[in-house]
């Protein structure tokens, strides 16, 4: 089992900053890529930031500037800094992993999804 546990969100002001991060634990082996996706009401989820492990970041054109991502492979967790909110990036943010886990004696790819945390950019 993998869980992955998010922090951080909330209201902010246009224009402000917030960062988040995520922690993944559980039964892993390796994790390949992480990453935040959101969604909007009414919308579709969509990916915001993902980095591959040793890779480089991808952002969603819509952040690139204004949102980073990072990771620390040792501690196996992920944070979002974002910078410069608008209202439209009000969503539910969802931290992503891809993860290789243990199956008895073998390995499985398996994608794990924390439970999502609000972001409401709102004056």
């Known amino acids: 089992q993998v869980q992955l546990v998010e922090f951080g969100g909330g209201l902010v002001q246009p224009g402000g900053s917030q960062r988040l991060s995520c922690a993944a634990s559980g039964s892993i082996f390796s994790i390949n890529t992480m990453g935040w996706y959101r969604q909007a009401p009414g919308k579709q989820r969509e990916l915001v930031a993902a980095m591959p492990s040793g890779g480089n970041a991808n952002y969603a054109d819509s952040v690139k500037g204004r949102f980073t991502i990072s990771r620390d492979n040792a501690k196996k967790t992920v944070s979002l800094q974002m910078n410069s909110l608008k209202p439209q990036d009000t969503a539910v943010y969802y931290c992503?992993?891809?993860?290789?886990?243990?199956?008895?004696?073998?390995?499985?790819?398996?994608?794990?999804w924390g439970q999502g945390t609000q972001v409401t950019v709102s004056s």
């Open positions: 992503y992993a891809e993860v290789l886990t243990y199956r008895g004696a073998d390995l499985k790819k398996i994608d794990s």
